[in-house]
């Protein structure tokens, strides 16, 4: 049972010695481009954000002795690019730095102006296997087929309805010229010819013209025919 948990002690302390080795990777800030006032403000910052730093790493400063320096400083001091409150400064080049430690590291160029035209950066260090702490890869996302959209089907008993329809229980008003029931219509005036009176109601014609005189003159000889039989019967 002891030498099991002597055993299994090894392997734990063998575990935190690797994860904690100091023999760790070695770093040229900015890369070819050396320690020096880049072109881009964010030139510095860009290029530690793209890595992954693990206590025992070293950091390798390249500039010109005289020209530049490496300054460690506060996070407040680093935000202000306050070169009169520093930690340490390194004044000759290339300069080597070992982190040490956990956390957040902070160095600009002390020369005055050279911070404010980006000659800094903001390390961040982290404990344990720089493969295990880098972010993995999301996955990529599915492509969906596009959808295809379909007419949506009539309800079951349900009949479209007609634009034209009229309403059930409802009949069309008549037209406006239709007759009202009842009432018959009246006949369209006829051409009156000259010398012809018109009707004067429906069904009755006017007689003749001749028929007219000839009873006209009936009705006047009448009495005189009548008055002369008499006057031949007195004598």
Not at 11 to 37: C, P
Not at 73 to 98: F, K, L, Q, S
Not at 212 to 217: E, G, T
Request: aromatic content about 8%.
């Amino acid at each position: 049972m002891g030498g099991k948990i002597s055993m299994a002690a090894f392997f734990v302390v063998l575990a935190a010695y690797v994860l904690q080795s100091t023999d760790g990777a070695t770093y040229k800030v900015g890369d070819s481009t050396g320690w020096r006032v880049p072109t881009n403000i964010d030139f510095y910052q860009d290029w530690a954000d793209d890595r992954v730093f693990v206590v025992g790493d070293v950091l390798v400063f390249n500039f010109t002795t005289g020209k530049q320096d490496v300054a460690v400083v506060t996070e407040a001091a680093y935000e202000a690019c306050n070169t009169t409150d520093t930690i340490t400064i390194m004044c000759n080049g290339p300069a080597r730095i070992t982190l040490n430690r956990t956390g957040d590291f902070y160095f600009f160029c002390a020369v005055p102006g050279h911070c404010s035209a980006g000659q800094k950066v903001r390390v961040e260090v982290k404990n344990g296997n720089r493969h295990a702490a880098a972010p993995a890869p999301g996955p990529m996302p599915k492509s969906r087929p596009p959808s295809t959209a379909t007419p949506s089907p009539t309800p079951h008993g349900t009949s479209s309805p007609r634009p034209s329809a009229t309403p059930r229980g409802t009949s069309s008003p008549p037209p406006p010229s239709a007759t009202p029931p009842g009432t018959s219509s009246p006949p369209p005036p006829s051409a009156a010819t000259p010398g012809t009176p018109s009707s004067s109601s429906r069904g009755t014609s006017s007689p003749p013209p001749e028929a007219n005189s000839a009873s006209l003159l009936v009705a006047t000889l009448s009495p005189i025919l009548y008055l002369s039989i008499a006057l031949v019967l007195l004598c």
